[in-house]
């Protein structure tokens, strides 16, 4: 076999192999929130998940800030995935706030086809954890960036109450 033959395939299972022996330093995840207003992207990234989690994981969705904010009340999850624009006009450093006050302490994925550097910054100032670009919703993106997530919440100190 040619040596182009383990070339980006070869690099992609490596990645997966080394993100999911990272994926023991994680915490169990029971319950994740969706959301996300257009249906492909949420199956998508809901298939993704059954592939890095199986099917133990409890995968909710909400299609508006309004039933996010119900869902979050409901039943706190562990892990929320939001997307940037929610129809009519919802961005996700709009969203993020009334999440807080609902509640959601955890951390926050902003999924996004707008992901720069400039918005990726507005959006972590904004209270995400992190953020993954629509057009990179595949198991090793995301399991990428639950590592980053778990890592930086695990070196966070906890944050004040009040004020």
């Not at 080394?18 to 029971?30: D, H, N, Q, V």
């Not at 904010?69 to 009334?98: M, N």
């Not at 992190?130 to 090793?140: A, G, Q, R």
Request: aromatic share 4%; glycine share 8%.
């Amino acid at each position: 076999m040619s040596s182009a033959g383990s070339g980006a395939g070869g690099d992609h299972l490596a990645r997966r192999s080394e993100l999911s022996a990272s994926r023991a330093g994680m915490p169990e995840l029971k319950d994740v929130l969706i959301v996300e207003d257009e249906t492909f992207d949420a199956e998508r990234l809901r298939a993704t998940l059954r592939v890095i989690f199986g099917y133990a994981l409890d995968i909710r969705r909400a299609t508006t800030l309004g039933s996010a904010l119900d869902s979050v009340i409901e039943k706190k999850p562990d892990l929320l995935f939001l997307d940037d624009y929610l129809k009519p006009s919802d961005t996700a450093s709009e969203t993020i706030p009334f999440l807080r006050r609902a509640g959601y302490e955890g951390p926050i994925v902003v999924v996004s086809g707008q992901v720069d550097k400039q918005r990726r910054a507005e959006l972590i100032a904004a209270g995400a954890r992190d953020t993954i670009h629509k057009d990179h919703l595949d198991s090793v993106r995301v399991a990428e960036a639950l590592v980053r997530v778990f890592k930086s919440q695990s070196a966070r100190p906890a944050k004040p109450t009040g004020g």
